[in-house]
């Protein structure tokens, strides 16, 4: 089983920046991939990044180039860096690990605004 514990959201102005941080607590060799997800509109989470246990990365097509997913493995980390932050970036994000089995497991969401 995991624990994740997400922080690092906020208020922030169109083309800031933020970074989002998630501390999971469980054995990291179960890990297949570590990610970030927000709830948007639909409240059907959607991938926003992920970066698996060989460290390739996915990114949503509209966060291409502005956001950046890296992991800490000795501190079993996961966070996401967003810069030239969007309104449309506005959003509850999830944290998530998918292990090998596999099975997701969530933080609790972060919400990040964007607004002048």
């Known amino acids: 089983r995991f624990s994740l514990q997400a922080s690092g959201g906020g208020l922030v102005q169109p083309g800031g920046s933020l970074r989002l941080s998630c501390t999971a607590s469980?054995?990291?060799?179960?890990?297949?991939?570590m990610g970030w997800y927000r709830q948007g509109p639909t409240r059907q989470r959607d991938v926003v990044a992920v970066i698996t246990s060989r460290g390739q990365t996915i990114y949503k097509d509209s966060v291409k180039g502005r956001f950046t997913i890296f992991r800490d493995n000795a501190k079993n980390q996961v966070y996401l860096q967003m810069n030239s932050l969007k309104q449309e970036d506005t959003d509850a994000y999830y944290c998530?690990?998918?292990?090998?089995?596999?099975?997701?497991?969530w933080g609790e969401g972060t919400l990040v605004t964007v607004s002048s």
């Open positions: 469980g054995n990291i060799n179960s890990i297949e991939r």
């Open positions: 998530n690990v998918r292990t090998w089995l596999p099975r997701d497991y």
